[in-house]
């Protein structure tokens, strides 16, 4: 099956698509889900994720995102791409109150966030830290999507979330079981540290998160359906 990566314009601010990006994309594709069905995209960003549902057919395209500039980059993108998508600024309570979804699909920040965060050297140019800042465990958007997931899912709808195994794909998997959801990994994919984890491997590896030396990560797409 030929995977279609939307081409976005970049925005100053705006989490540029990358492996995680196309990795959902990639999934979501191949589920054979998206045709003819609503889908909400949280945590948009630059829309890319939800430009490619909308291409695929879905019935309805929804986005959130907490940055007012992502919104108007996705909106932007969507309208560049000849697309539908009806992106918003909000939050997982917003989402919630929009829904349900017959697809859910969300690339949320999940990158653990240590104490000395704010004197990192992260290169300028690499978007806001809102894309990836995600607490001490990077589970800070994470917990509650996969705890509320089933009030967002219409009967047999299915979730599929991207995160890195640095913020904990068993912990995931097990939540969304305990809310009564089949979960599983469906995707995965071993990629080299980007700037903020080589900013942060000295702290991840005193944390025990990260093997000495090691700096590359899996990213992990989980897959949870409500039946
Ligand atoms: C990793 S980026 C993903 C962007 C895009 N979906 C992609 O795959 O390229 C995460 C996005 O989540 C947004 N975000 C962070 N916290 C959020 C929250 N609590 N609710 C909604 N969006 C949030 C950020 O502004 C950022 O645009």
Known sequence: MTILYPDVQESV??????????LLIEAMTLS??????????????????AI?????????VTAFDICPRAVGCAATNAGDAGVDVDARVGTWADALAAGPFDVVVSNPPYV?????????????????ATAWNAGIDGRLVLN?????????LSDGGTMLIV?????DTEQSLRRLRSVGLRSEV?????????????ARANWLESTGRLPVGRREEEI????????
């Open 112 to 128: 653990p966030t240590g104490p000395h965060a704010h004197s990192e050297n992260i290169p300028a140019g690499v978007g806001s």
């Open 32 to 49: 054979g889900l998206v045709k003819g069905s609503r889908v909400l995209d949280f945590c948009t960003g630059s829309g890319v994720v």
């Open 186 to 198: 469906v995707l995965n994919q071993l990629i080299p540290f980007g700037p903020v984890l080589k």
């Open 220 to 227: 992990v797409v989980i897959r949870a359906e409500k039946r």
């Open 163 to 167: 995160h890195s195994e640095l913020s």
């Open 13 to 22: 601010d705006v989490y540029a698509p990358q492996h995680d990006s196309y």
């Open 144 to 152: 509650p999507m996969c705890d509320r997931a089933p009030e967002l």
């Open 52 to 60: 490619a549902a909308a291409q695929l057919g879905a019935r309805t």
